[in-house]
Nanobody, 125 residues
């Protein structure tokens, strides 16, 4: 079983940057993928990016602009989502999620079972 806990959200000004953190714990080994999603009211959860714990390889959703960057720390127990040049449309609830995997997978909801509680990001113009 895996557990994830997001932190680092909050309010920010357009044009600024924000880094979200995801603390990963539980029955860990290299074959774990961690992904970031976001969701706004009335819309489906949108996949942003995935990172494979084993070698740090990453996948980004084609719909996500290049302002997003996923990474992990050396211990592979904290994953990050860096958002640069924040836009008001980045306002959303951001979720971290994890799943056992054999390699990097696309950030699709159906691939992931272990979800965090979500962390609100609000960007003002």
């Amino acid at each position: 079983e895996l557990r994830v806990t997001e932190s680092g959200g909050g309010s920010a000004q357009a044009g600024g940057s924000l880094r979200l953190s995801c603390a990963l714990s539980g029955d860990l080994h290299d074959n774990v993928c961690v992904a970031w999603f976001r969701q706004t009211p009335g819309k489906e959860r949108e996949g942003i990016s995935t990172i494979y714990r084993g070698d740090g390889s990453t996948t980004y959703s084609a719909s996500v602009p290049g302002r997003f960057n996923i990474s992990q720390d050396n211990a592979k127990t904290t994953m990050f989502l860096q958002i640069d040049s924040l836009q008001p449309e980045d306002t959303a609830m951001y979720y971290c999620t994890a799943e056992y995997c054999s390699g990097d997978v696309r950030p699709l909801v159906r691939y992931f079972s272990y979800w965090g509680q979500g962390n609100q990001v609000t960007v003002s113009s």
